[in-house]
């Protein structure tokens, strides 16, 4: 039962974690002139207007159950560029957002982290199993001790809101780096559409290929010094 409740949690803090991101488009976008997610209903942080049933429940639930980790995603925030005053850097300004938010959850759950009384050992033991999503090993840790829960979940927050940040800095659409590298590059129309319209695919094959390793290395130097910071 614990080890459900821990998980329940993991799940809890990815969903507001991809939550947090889209709202804060649709946030920049309004401060840049444009109301088209207010109008939508998804400057809220309520999870129902924001869930996509496969992306934020069937996929993440797929793969805790069959991998012990999970990712996933939720509907896109609704923007339109050309209300957006900086014509050109508005949609880079308004993309760059997601992560950026990311990044802040991040630094205020480690500098959070870093004020609870308990050992750096009983913290490392905590990061070391929740990076290997050893639940039942993790649950053992930290039953009966209301310190170590709020640091698991302060580092589940750290865990999530790193990897989606860095993630979506990404260059390749549908992520959020792709918009800075249209506006700095003279792309072609036709090129952009066929990114936009296979890039998911080409994003998948990429992660599991050599061409990844600096997403990877920043991935793991960014994890390595928030974590660090929660100590």
Not at 25 to 45: E, I, M, P, Q
Not at 85 to 108: D, E, Q, Y
Not at 139 to 161: K, R
Request: glycine share 6%; with cysteine; proline share 6%.
């Amino acid at each position: 039962m614990e080890q459900l409740i821990l998980i329940v949690f993991y799940m809890i803090t990815l969903v507001y974690s991809i939550i947090f991101h889209e709202v804060s488009h649709g946030v920049v976008a309004l401060w840049l002139g444009d109301k088209t997610a207010k109008y939508s209903g998804r400057l809220s942080l309520e999870p129902l207007r924001h869930i996509d049933p496969i992306g934020s429940i069937i996929l993440p639930l797929f793969m805790i159950l069959t991998t012990g980790f999970a990712f996933g995603w939720a509907k896109p925030v609704p923007y339109n560029p050309y209300n957006l005053r900086w014509s050109k850097w508005g949609a880079v300004t308004v993309a760059f957002a997601g992560p950026i938010t990311n990044f802040i959850l991040a630094m205020f759950a480690a500098v959070g982290a870093s004020f609870i009384n308990i050992s750096i050992a009983q913290k490392y033991i905590v990061v070391t199993q929740l990076m290997g999503a050893q639940w039942s090993s993790l649950v053992h840790v930290v039953v009966g001790s209301p310190l170590l829960i709020i640091y698991t979940i302060c580092a589940m927050i750290i865990f999530w809101n790193v990897l989606l940040g860095t993630f979506n800095l990404m260059p390749i659409p549908p992520l959020d780096g792709s918009k800075l590298i249209f506006t700095i590059f003279n792309i072609p129309e036709k090129v952009q559409m066929f990114l936009e319209q296979w890039g998911f695919f080409i994003l998948i094959f990429i992660l599991f290929t050599p061409i990844a390793a600096p997403f990877h290395i920043l991935l793991r130097t960014l994890w390595n010094i928030f974590f660090k910071l929660s100590f």
